[in-house]
């Protein structure tokens, strides 16, 4: 059995409120009994992309779980790059990467655009991950991520600002029977959907909860719940290659 934590959008902005939410989820990962595959955070680790909050990421991220980080349209990947990758001199380029699990593949996708909120993969990319998915076995599983969802969620003020230009990552999937799964954050909102005919899982918030259209008052201009508990998925591969998705509410300080 294959498990992968997902957590996303913890937007730390030297604040205590959104550390002691991370702080809360991280700790919870960490006290488990199992030993997970894999920790991934996709996307929105600072809120203003400031030195500091990624210092403070690197803190509060660490774990003893594998740990794979993505940058979110809140991030600056020259930023990301030398405070959670550590490099001494960070470039621009889109920040992908790769984590070759034991009986699985967790491929990362920088689908952030300088400077915008909405997201796009960028040629490099789909490059990128085309060679990846050719490079491994088609009888080993692999799990795309990425911030941005590539389709509408049914929610106006995400749907405005998430992932364009997908035709092009959609075309790809045709030549790759062994992609399992696109995995995603940005939305702040636990969600399930199907794109190019994969599973689309959307990890919960943790810094706030999306408001739904559904659940706004009419005439509200709040588009977020701040009250609501941070939130993680959890992606199991069973013993039988069948792919399902566990939610859990993890308790922290409002």
Same mark, same amino acid.
């Given at each position: 059995?294959?498990?992968?934590?997902?957590?996303?959008?913890?937007?730390?902005? %030297?604040?205590?409120?959104?550390?002691?939410?991370?702080?809360?989820?991280?700790?919870?990962? +960490?006290?488990?009994?199992? &030993?997970? +595959?894999?920790?991934?955070?996709? %996307? &929105?680790?600072?809120?203003?992309?400031?030195? %500091?909050?990624?210092?403070? *990421?690197?803190?509060?991220?660490?774990?003893?779980?594998?740990?794979?980080?993505?940058?979110?349209?809140?991030? +600056?990947?020259?930023?990301?790059?030398?405070?959670?990758?550590?490099?001494?001199?960070?470039?621009?380029?889109?920040? +992908?990467?790769?984590?070759?699990?034991?009986?699985?593949?967790?491929?990362?996708?920088?689908?952030?655009?300088?400077?915008? &909120?909405?997201?796009?993969?960028?040629?490099?990319?789909?490059?990128?991950?085309?060679?990846?998915?050719?490079?491994?076995?088609?009888?080993?599983?692999?799990?795309?991520?990425?911030?941005?969802?590539?389709?509408?969620?049914?929610?106006?003020?995400?749907?405005?600002?998430?992932?364009?230009?997908?035709?092009?990552?959609?075309?790809?999937?045709?030549?790759?029977?062994?992609?399992?799964?696109?995995?995603?954050?940005?939305?702040?909102? *636990?969600?399930?959907?199907?794109?190019?005919?994969?599973?689309?899982?959307? *990890?919960?918030?943790?810094?706030?909860?999306?408001?739904?259209?559904?659940?706004?008052?009419?005439?509200?201009?709040?588009?977020?719940?701040?009250?609501?508990?941070? *939130?993680?998925?959890?992606?199991?591969?069973?013993?039988? %290659?069948?792919?399902?998705?566990?939610?859990?509410?993890?308790?922290?300080?409002?």
């Amino acid at each position: 059995m294959i498990v992968i934590a997902h957590l996303s959008d913890i937007h730390l902005d %030297g604040d205590r409120r959104a550390a002691d939410r991370t702080r809360a989820v991280m700790e919870y990962l +960490d006290k488990l009994p199992y &030993d997970l +595959d894999a920790v991934l955070v996709s %996307g &929105d680790i600072a809120d203003h992309a400031r030195d %500091g909050e990624y210092e403070e *990421a690197a803190e509060l991220l660490g774990s003893r779980h594998p740990l794979v980080v993505c940058p979110g349209n809140h991030d +600056d990947r020259a930023a990301f790059r030398r405070g959670l990758l550590a490099e001494p001199a960070p470039s621009a380029d889109p920040v +992908d990467q790769v984590l070759r699990g034991e009986g699985f593949v967790l491929a990362v996708c920088d689908s952030s655009v300088p400077g915008e &909120d909405h997201g796009f993969l960028e040629e490099s990319t789909l490059s990128w991950l085309d060679g990846i998915l050719a490079g491994t076995s088609r009888e080993t599983p692999v799990l795309v991520a990425f911030h941005h969802p590539p389709v509408p969620l049914n929610v106006p003020y995400v749907d405005g600002i998430r992932q364009f230009g997908e035709e092009r990552l959609a075309a790809l999937v045709e030549r790759h029977p062994h992609l399992t799964a696109f995995l995603c954050g940005h939305a702040h909102t *636990a969600a399930a959907t199907t794109f190019a005919g994969r599973p689309l899982l959307v *990890a919960p918030g943790v810094v706030s909860t999306v408001r739904l259209p559904w659940e706004a008052r009419s005439g509200a201009s709040e588009h977020v719940h701040l009250d609501e508990p941070p *939130a993680v998925a959890f992606h199991v591969i069973g013993d039988d %290659g069948r792919l399902t998705t566990h939610y859990r509410v993890v308790t922290a300080p409002r």
